[in-house]
C-alpha cells in the first residue's frame, strides 16, 4: 500500500492534500504522473512513511530510474 500527496498551490502554510491510497507500483505510476502536472509538487510514501517517488515541478526526481525515464 503507499499514499499519494499533492502540495497545494498557493496555500498558507504549504498545505497538502489529504492522502489518496495507492495499491500497486503501476498505480503510484499513474497518479504521479498525472499529478505531476498540475500540483506544484507530488510525494508517494510507503506504510512506514517513507518517501518512495517524488516528483517537483513537473518532473520526476525520485526514484532515480523513473527520473530517467522521463530524460529518455
Not at 502554510?13 to 489518496?20: I, L
Not at 516528483?55 to 530510474?65: E, L
Amino acid at each position: 500500500m503507499y499514499y499519494g500527496y499533492c502540495r497545494i498551490p498557493h496555500s498558507a502554510g504549504g498545505g497538502w492534500t489529504s492522502a489518496v491510497e495507492l495499491e500497486t507500483p503501476q498505480d503510484v505510476w499513474s497518479y504521479i504522473n498525472l499529478q505531476k502536472t498540475l500540483f506544484p509538487e507530488v510525494r508517494i510514501t510507503d506504510v512506514d512513511d517513507y518517501i518512495v517517488a517524488h516528483a517537483q515541478a513537473g518532473r520526476i526526481v525520485f526514484p532515480h530510474k523513473w527520473a530517467e525515464k522521463e530524460k529518455a
